[in-house]
C-alpha cells in the first residue's frame, strides 16, 4: 500500500524534474536563437567589407 506521504514525494520530484527538464530546454533554444543572431551578424559584416 503506497501512503500519502510517499505519493506526494513522487508528484515533488516530479515537478522538480519536469520544472528543470524545462529551465534547460529553454535555455538551449536561447542559445540556439543566440548563435543564430551571431552568424547573421558576421555575415552581414562580411559582406559590408565585401560591399565596402
Known amino acids: 500500500m503506497i501512503t500519502w506521504q ?3 514525494a513522487v508528484q515533488a520530484s ?3 524534474e519536469s520544472a ?3 529551465l534547460h530546454r ?3 533554444v536561447a ?3 543566440r548563435r ?3 552568424t547573421a551578424r558576421a555575415r552581414a559584416h562580411r559582406a ?3 560591399l565596402g
Open 20 to 22: 528543470a527538464l524545462r
Open 6 to 8: 510517499e505519493t506526494q
Open 31 to 33: 542559445n540556439s536563437l
Open 26 to 28: 529553454r535555455a538551449r
Open 36 to 38: 543564430r543572431a551571431e
Open 48 to 50: 559590408q567589407q565585401l
Open 14 to 16: 516530479t515537478r522538480r
